[in-house]
């Protein structure tokens, strides 16, 4: 059993399953998502990065690469809701919840890959 | 430096031919345009209309090209329209006449093979990693160049036959090969061949031609002293100068490779049994060995084949008869011959019915097989062995289901693929057939080991060179003072407890040669290894020998942290303990 695959794995997972949480429900109704899901979506999502870091092999680059995708996306979301809450002040009206769920759902996408690449990889190794 | 030399030549011969036609044009097209400018036009709002220069010319071009689309700008006067007239049948004559030009240049047998040499020669620079240069593209060349491309070595094929270069073309081939209709022994070919480039890693030469295969030898001895040379030649004079070319020459001689086998078929069966099996013969098997009986035996043709099997059967004291049409050399040790061709009396008159096996070896596909159904009828026990001289003949050559079947073609293009895919198979070969106590364990164990390991899958001979390029993992650890033995590259990557599917056979190592290896070798940079495989293990060995994670798997048994995370932490463990 390789260690590093346990922690990279149980990272790797959680963000997605967290992501797939905030992300479900009615898109424009702020009632449905909450604002701690997607800070730990955050969270994890960036921990999951930086466990990828320094990894020299091909598919250790691609993983690294969905990773940033996703982190990317999910602060742009995170960033949005600042802004229209704070900043601005609007509030969270439907017009914005719906691009902050959009924003995360992209990343759920970049999500799914990068589990898929990590089982696959590991099934065919079979380590 | 050669394209750009064929280029010049080409726009040179492109200028020199359309001078003319063009000078033709210029003249025609400058005349008629002042005529039309100078001529006066209509009369418009009291005014006298004159063509622009513009129109002018817009007037000439569709005039010339017959395309005629009236009178523009303005309707013409009838001085202007007279001119016309003049300029339309003159510059129309003129344009075709140019036209004409271009066409016959592109027909031009000089010009399209000025054409073809300079692609050709642009396709060879393109080649970036090495490649070999076949010249001759016969039987023998299509079935070693389908065998390169299917180990992936990159060839590039010389052939005087236009035929033979077009069929070339048709072939799905895995990666491209280029092919130039030219005669090889022509040093200007052979350099657009690539031949001085670095990447060049040997020529071969199996023409038809004794004569020019030895020629080519030379040229490329003085052209490229590093590359290698193969040479296909049935002659002893040309082999001895051969030899004296200097570097790396190898000859094929199909009927001393032959003679070889027939020997190894007779002393040491299994011998033969694993040499066919790693060759890929059809119906070849580790289990399957064949004898060739000890008794009389006849020989129908006495050519270079008859000679070199005659000598061997001498040499492991069978008696001979030989039916040649040719009469006797003098200088031969022959028991019986027999003047003529194989037939009812000449068969019966050299032994038939007590004969053991019959070699029919003439020059001549029917003759053979005459001779094969003739002696078979009168003796069905026969072991028979019969030369098969053109490849469209394997459909009779199969129904005729001989003991053995020698086809001088497949046997050269074999041969010179195993030179180049395996060029350590020589020596372990050698190896196996020194006479020395214990050699013969040593094959019986060998063939019990590959049986187990490769069983019915295809045998792959699969050369590693432990060099940075080619296996960067484990030149990494090395440089790292760190051991590599042999046990852990040829351990599976899912489970190093298992071996992957994979023999090693030799190791040459800074010049020494190393025959069965034990599995604790330690390899060294610049080792290269010769092993017999399957496919899938060749591809799992090639990654683990690249990607350092898994060579430390291999080698330790343990994970290397990949993140920095896990560097760090354990890093930390190991400060701890």
Not at chain 1, 24 to 46: D, K, R, T
Not at chain 2, 502 to 517: A, D, H, N, R, T
Request: one cysteine or more; proline letters at 4%; glycine letters at 8%.
């Amino acid at each position: 059993m390789n260690f590093e695959k346990v922690i990279f794995g149980f990272f790797i997972v959680l963000s997605l399953t967290l992501n797939m949480g905030f992300f479900l429900g009615e898109y424009n109704n702020p009632a449905h998502h909450s604002v701690y899901e997607l800070f730990m979506v955050v969270v994890v999502n960036l921990v999951a990065t930086g466990l990828k870091l320094g990894d020299r092999s091909q598919i250790g680059a691609l993983l690294l690469a969905t990773s940033l995708v996703a982190d990317f996306e999910l602060i742009a979301a995170a960033l949005h809701w600042t802004y229209a809450v704070h900043i601005i002040g609007t509030g969270m009206t439907p017009d914005v919840m719906a691009n902050v769920v959009a924003l995360a759902g992209g990343a759920l996408v970049a999500n799914i890959i990068s589990v898929i690449i990590f089982v696959s990889e590991t099934l065919m190794s079979r380590l | 430096m050669n394209a750009s030399q064929d280029l010049s030549r080409v726009s040179f011969i492109v200028m020199r031919e359309m001078r003319r036609p063009l000078m033709a044009v210029l003249i025609v097209y400058s005349v008629a345009i002042s005529g039309m400018i100078f001529i006066p036009g209509p009369e418009l709002d009291g005014e006298i209309q004159y063509l622009s220069i513009f129109h002018a010319f817009y007037f000439m071009t569709y005039t010339a090209t017959t395309t005629g689309f009236g009178e523009i700008p303005f309707e013409y006067s009838n001085a202007q329209r007279l001119w016309a007239i003049i300029c339309l049948y003159i510059s129309v004559v003129t344009w075709f006449y140019a036209l004409g030009s271009i066409i016959r240049l592109f027909q031009n047998t000089f010009f399209l093979r000025a054409v073809e040499e300079w692609r050709f020669s642009k396709k060879v620079n393109g080649v970036t990693g090495p490649f070999y240069i076949v010249c001759g593209f016969g039987d023998t060349g299509s079935v070693l160049v389908r065998g390169m491309n299917e180990s992936g070595l990159r060839a590039i094929v010389i052939d005087q036959s236009e035929e033979r270069i077009q069929a070339l073309k048709l072939r799905n081939y895995k990666l491209a090969v280029p092919g130039l209709c030219a005669n090889a022994s022509i040093p200007k070919h052979l350099v657009e061949a690539g031949v001085e480039s670095k990447h060049c890693k040997a020529v071969v030469c199996i023409t038809s031609s004794e004569e020019i295969n030895f020629k080519i030898s030379s040229m490329v001895r003085l052209l490229n002293p590093k590359a290698g040379i193969i040479t296909m030649s049935k002659v002893d004079d040309y082999e001895e100068s051969l030899v004296t070319l200097g570097g790396e020459v190898h000859i094929v001689d199909p009927f001393k490779t032959f003679a070889r086998v027939l020997n190894a078929c007779i002393n040491n069966p299994a011998f033969y049994a694993l040499n066919n099996w790693l060759v890929g013969d059809k119906g070849a098997s580790l289990d399957k060995y064949i004898h060739p009986p000890v008794g009389g035996w006849i020989i129908c043709g006495y050519g270079r084949m008859g000679l070199e099997a005659n000598r061997v059967l001498a040499k492991n004291g069978i008696k001979t008869a030989v039916i040649d049409p040719h009469s006797r050399r003098k200088d031969e040790e022959i028991d019986t011959y027999i003047v003529g061709h194989a037939n009812e009396k000449t068969l019966n008159h050299a032994g038939i019915q007590e004969a053991v096996g019959i070699l029919a070896a003439d020059a001549d596909d029917g003759h053979n097989l005459g001779a094969l159904l003739n002696a078979r009828r009168m003796n069905p026990d026969l072991f028979t062995i019969v030369r098969q001289n053109n490849h469209e003949n394997e459909k009779v050559y199969t129904a005729a289901k001989a003991d053995m079947v020698m086809q001088p073609t497949l046997v050269t293009a074999r041969k010179i693929l195993l030179i180049l895919i395996a060029p350590l198979l020589k020596p372990f070969f050698r190896y196996l057939l020194q006479r020395e106590p214990g050699r013969a364990v040593i094959l019986k164990e060998l063939l019990i080991l590959l049986r187990d390991k490769i069983g019915n899958k295809k045998p792959l001979l699969v050369t590693i060179d432990f060099t940075a390029e080619k296996s960067s993992a484990v030149i990494d650890c090395l440089k790292q003072g760190e051991e590599v033995l042999l046990r852990h590259v040829i351990a599976d990557p899912r489970n190093r407890d298992v071996e992957l599917d994979l023999v090693p056979f030799v190791i040459k190592s800074q010049g020494e040669e190393i025959v069965l290896p034990p599995k604790d070798y330690k390899i060294l940079e610049g080792d290269q290894f010769l092993f017999c495989g399957t496919l899938s293990a060749k591809h799992l060995l090639k990654s683990s020998i690249n990607s350092e994670y898994t060579l430390y798997y291999l080698r330790t048994g343990s994970y290397m942290p990949m993140g920095y995370f896990m560097q760090w932490y354990k890093k930390r463990q190991t400060k701890k303990g």
